[in-house]
């Protein structure tokens, strides 16, 4: 079994800047990439960024590109998302999830942590 959880989301202004965490734990075998997906009220489950443990390889969606920034330190087995320059639009909940390689699909990743609420006001 692997265990996601994810922190750090909140209430932010536009223009505002958060950072979530995704510690990772359990047999993770070789699941080598981390993905961080977003889900709004009304919305299918979008990919937002991934990261591979192994080289640290990233991946973004056009909508995030230049205002996010997802990192990983192996050692704390931590996965971070600098989220930067809010938008309203951003507001959704964020899920990091474990799979195999880096892939902007949710069917590739097996393991889901539970989701932080992030909330971007006007």
């Known amino acids: 079994q692997v265990q996601l959880v994810e922190s750090g989301g909140g209430l932010v202004q536009a223009g505002g800047s958060l950072r979530l965490s995704c510690v990772v734990s359990?047999?993770?075998?070789?699941?080598?990439?981390v993905g961080w997906f977003r889900q709004a009220p009304g919305k299918e489950r979008e990919f937002v960024a991934a990261?591979?443990?192994?080289?640290?390889?990233?991946a973004y969606a056009d909508s995030v590109k230049g205002r996010f920034t997802i990192s990983r330190d192996n050692a704390k087995n931590t996965v971070y998302l600098q989220m930067n320059s809010l938008k309203p639009e951003d507001t959704a909940v964020y899920y990091c999830?474990?799979?195999?390689?880096?892939?902007?699909?949710?069917?590739?990743?097996?393991?889901w942590g539970q989701g932080t609420q992030v909330t971007v006001s006007k």
């Open positions: 990261v591979r443990w192994s080289g640290g390889s990233t």
């Open positions: 999830a474990a799979g195999w390689v880096i892939d902007s699909a949710s069917r590739q990743y097996d393991y």
């Open positions: 359990g047999r993770t075998s070789n699941r080598d990439a």
